[in-house]
């Protein structure tokens, strides 16, 4: 159905998801292509392929297939994949400004938000990384490491501005 009615893309999408669930995403790559050649606004399609990219690591790619598509949804997968890729390619101001509206869309990821700290963390944005930290503990995500960068957070927080209290003003 999909070579017979080449205009049609839904067959062209549920061939290659058949080929996804097979454990063949490379072999739904060129369906996917073609998807986003002819309709380039198929979101379902970009993230279909964003999610073969991202499976196999080929961050480059994923961030040609998804940033164009940003135009056409705001939602979560979508600002997921290029934040975890953009991350990989050691883009962390476009990693930080995705991952940001990814914990605006899904505020219980823990993940995004150990990832959000940790970019916040190496920007030397402390309270910021200890706020993202202190979320990812809240919903459930636990690790030396992440009880570790929580601390430096805080330890560096005092270094720079002394020690901290919290007031409560009547206002």
């Not at 505020?107 to 979320?135: E, K, V, W």
């Amino acid at each position: 159905a999909a070579d017979t009615e080449g205009r049609k893309t839904s067959y062209r999408l549920h061939l290659a998801r058949a080929y996804r669930y097979a454990g063949k995403g490379d072999q739904a790559v060129p369906h996917l292509e073609e998807i986003l050649k002819s309709t380039p606004d198929h979101v379902e399609a970009g993230q279909a392929l964003g999610e073969i990219h991202a499976g196999a690591k080929r961050w480059k790619e994923v961030v040609r297939v998804l940033e164009p598509l940003l135009k056409y949804r705001h939602d979560y997968p979508t600002y997921h994949l290029l934040a975890e890729a953009q991350y990989n390619l050691d883009e962390y101001d476009k990693a930080r400004k995705h991952y940001e509206e990814a914990v605006k869309l899904n505020p219980q990821s823990a993940a995004d938000h150990y990832q959000l700290g940790n970019i916040y963390l190496a920007g030397n944005l402390f309270a910021l990384a200890a706020g993202a930290y202190q979320t990812a503990l809240g919903l459930g995500l636990d690790s030396p490491v992440l009880r570790y960068k929580l601390g430096t957070a805080f330890f560096n927080l005092r270094n720079y501005f002394g020690r901290i209290a919290v007031r409560t003003v009547k206002s």
